[in-house]
């Protein structure tokens, strides 16, 4: 059995929402119902990190027993000022990661994993979905970078590596975790000054430092993917892309929720009389 952890934190909301009360998409509760049942069915237990304001808001829907791993209400919620999650906005990630023991995978609540990973896991220290190229829209040179005045980056960091799409990942390596872990959030600590975008600095400290660290450390990288399009991929279901089309379409918003639902009612009819309501 492989552990996993969901995270979500309330605070990029209630940042940008100023006031109004915490709400999540129905087809974003959907796919993280999806993504926690699956992983337990296939994989092993799974743990929620969220703050209390997620914890109430998961609690008034009934949906708390999604997590047979526990919940932990206490790091999200304490992670300090210094962290800017409106620039950070994936950065409890790293807090709730750092919090773990190993092994331990890291999943997004928008992908589905629909295979037993044990077997491919079984003797590596690190894996990811997939490799990503660097793209200059997002993975930006460093002297562009934010970061506060007495941050250096490490010199001995290969800034020529592809980062890793972090929607999977997972961890054996304890030293090596805490080192990204501890890197990374030294990076956000303090960092208050926004990029043009809002991609590049969260990007960086989630992504293309997870790579760096990883060959400074010698830990080699398994990517359970070759590309995003692979064709034959039928163990991961990642609707990330999926999502702001969502959002614009109303017509593809309820294609998207009834495709989940039909699927939970395949595999978990027990549990899809408590989601059929959540639907546009």
Not at 114 to 121: D, G, K, T, V, Y
Not at 180 to 209: H, K, L, W
Not at 259 to 269: G, N, T
Request: glycine fraction near 4%; charged fraction near 25%; include cysteine.
């Amino acid at each position: 059995m492989i552990p996993a952890i969901h995270i979500n934190s309330t605070a990029p909301f209630a940042i940008k929402s100023k006031g109004v009360a915490y709400r999540m998409e129905d087809f974003e509760l959907l796919s993280t119902a999806l993504s926690a049942l699956m992983w337990r069915k296939k994989n092993g237990p799974i743990k929620l990190y969220t703050d209390k304001t997620g914890y109430d808001y998961y609690d008034s829907l009934g949906l708390l027993d999604l997590w047979d791993g526990g919940i932990d209400a206490s790091v999200v919620t304490n992670i300090p000022d210094t962290i800017n999650q409106e620039i950070f906005w994936a950065g409890a990630k790293l807090f709730a990661l750092r919090n773990e023991t190993t092994p331990i995978a890291v999943i997004d609540t928008d992908l589905i994993v629909w295979a037993n990973l044990a077997p491919e896991l079984a003797d590596k220290r690190f894996a990811v979905l997939h490799r990503e190229e660097l793209y200059e829209f997002c993975y930006i040179h460093g002297d562009f970078l934010k970061k506060r005045g007495d941050y250096q980056f490490d010199p001995e960091w290969d800034w020529s590596a592809w980062p890793c799409n972090m929607a999977f990942a997972y961890f054996s390596d304890p030293g090596f975790k805490k080192y990204y872990t501890d890197c990374a959030i030294d990076f956000m600590t303090g960092n208050g000054e926004y990029p043009m975008e809002m991609i590049s600095q969260m990007v960086f400290a989630e992504q293309r430092m997870a790579s760096m660290c990883a060959i400074k450390m010698n830990v080699p990288i398994h990517h359970l993917l070759n590309n995003p399009f692979q064709w034959d991929n039928s163990s991961f279901s990642h609707i990330w892309g999926g999502k702001d089309v969502a959002r614009r379409d109303l017509r593809q918003r309820r294609l998207l929720c009834t495709a989940i639902l039909r699927k939970i009612k395949e595999h978990f009819p027990n549990y899809y009389n408590k989601l059929i309501d959540i639907r546009p």
